[in-house]
């Protein structure tokens, strides 16, 4: 693969972050790698192993003469990032983002972003409830997915590069506009996960079952909600706060369903109760013949490393 970008520079130096820089390095996409974090703490470790070309102190000497600078913090820290580095960005330059909201980040960068700046959100489906620099891996992104959000006013040629980019990288790529990337999101990560806080907040709250019953006896859906509710609390609380409208519509829509199977339950309707989870059982099958999971016995999990 050839430089796509003579210089990136990564603000933010996380589990998202990180991944991009060893991604970078595995196909070979860019001269220079540069980092920025706002903890003294995380740059140290960025540099110990080496997950940059250079760190910088502060995010100004960090996108300097970048051609590509990616927004790698919680989208409620977006604007501030904007706002300071804005005026230093290189002319002809391309801002992006790797956000789990649209419309709000679209709203409060867009005034910082310079005329000779290309400002192309993207969003990369791929994660894990790890964080920090060190939980970074090249093939994050390897067969998922990466939505990019181009205005009505992005060169074709600044969005085709940061395609080609995010291609290289190993994600599938979709363009949308940010309003329905938001509503897709809100169903298919952000309610699922306020979901799995909530059933993690009800055991932690339900005092007739011990904590020790709760870790010790944690079937594999009660263990699958404890791994989401252990992503980052500060991201997730900013993308509540920054896609409200179609969370709260999503989670609206979930009370109602909520209330649908609650009456069937208690009517002892078996019918109602098999043929909806006949129709959610085929919507797994569409996720694994999508190639987004295995089925691999215990979701492909080895028991030797993971409890």
């Known amino acids: 693969m050839t430089v796509i970008y003579k ?21 070979g996409l860019s001269d220079t790698i540069s980092g920025y974090a706002r903890s003294a703490e995380t740059r140290d470790i960025a540099r110990e192993i080496n997950l940059c070309d250079v760190v910088c102190d502060n995010m100004v000497d960090a996108i300097k003469d970048a051609d590509l600078v990616i927004l790698a913090v919680p989208v409620g820290a977006m604007a501030a990032v904007a706002k300071e580095i804005g005026p230093h960005l290189k002319a002809g330059a391309t801002l992006s983002d790797v956000g789990s909201v649209k419309a709000s980040v679209i709203k409060n960068v867009s005034p910082f972003v310079p005329d000779n700046v290309h400002f192309i959100p993207a969003h990369p489906l791929a994660g894990t409830e790890h964080s920090g620099p060190r939980s970074g891996f090249a093939e994050l992104f390897d067969n ?72 010790n006896f944690s079937a594999a859906g009660f263990r699958d909600f404890t791994r989401i509710a252990a992503s980052d609390p500060t991201m997730w609380r900013d993308v509540f706060l920054n896609n409200k409208e179609a969370t709260l519509e999503i989670l609206g829509r979930f009370t109602e369903e909520l209330f649908d199977l609650q009456r069937a339950i208690r009517h002892g309707d078996g019918d109602y109760l098999h043929d909806y989870f006949t ?25 030797t490393k993971e409890s």
């Open 7 to 27: 210089k990136v520079a990564l603000i933010g130096l996380g589990l998202i972050a990180g991944s991009i820089a060893h991604a970078i390095r595995r196909a």
């Open 144 to 215: 998922r997915w990466c939505i990019i959000v181009p205005s009505d006013q992005t060169e074709d040629t600044a969005l085709n590069k940061l395609r080609v980019f995010w291609k290289a990288l190993g994600s599938n790529v979709e363009v949308m506009d940010a309003q329905h990337h938001d509503l897709v999101l809100a169903v298919t990560s952000h309610a699922p996960h306020l979901i799995a806080y909530t059933m993690v907040g009800v055991a932690d709250d339900l005092s007739r079952v011990t904590d020790k019953e709760v870790i």
């Open 279 to 303: 129709r959610t059982r085929a919507i797994r099958r569409g996720i694994i013949d999508a190639g987004q999971d295995t089925d691999a016995p215990n979701f492909g999990r080895n028991l």
